[in-house]
């Protein structure tokens, strides 16, 4: 049996996911200033996405190991993949929801 480090998945996704951590610190420090250049917020008001990012990632953690303990109570040791699915379908529709708040018209 092959090694998890050495199929094809994991080979292909593993440099997206190393990148992400990489570009949220980038674009961190531009955060306040597309708010206060801008949007002409002043300077504690453009800080506060950095709260929202917080709460975020709070949130998902809590949603993530909600998750697993009725995945675990429900799959009895067996691989159910389709019992990830609500939680993946009920993540898209906020994540589309905030991606379409950010433009200008709704945000302001």
Known sequence: MESCTCSSVSSLSSPPVAILPLALTLAAGAI?????EHRHWKE?????PFLAILL?????A????YNQLIYNKKAGGKIA????????????????????????????
Do not use: C, K, Q
């Open 44 to 48: 504690v008001p453009s800080e506060l």
């Open 32 to 36: 306040p200033i597309i708010f206060a």
């Open 81 to 108: 993949p389709e019992l990830r699915l609500p939680p993946m379908m009920f993540g898209s529709f906020l994540f589309s929801s905030g991606e379409w708040s950010l433009h200008p018209p709704f945000s302001r």
């Open 62 to 65: 809590g949603i993530n190991v």
């Open 56 to 60: 975020g990632a709070v949130t998902g």
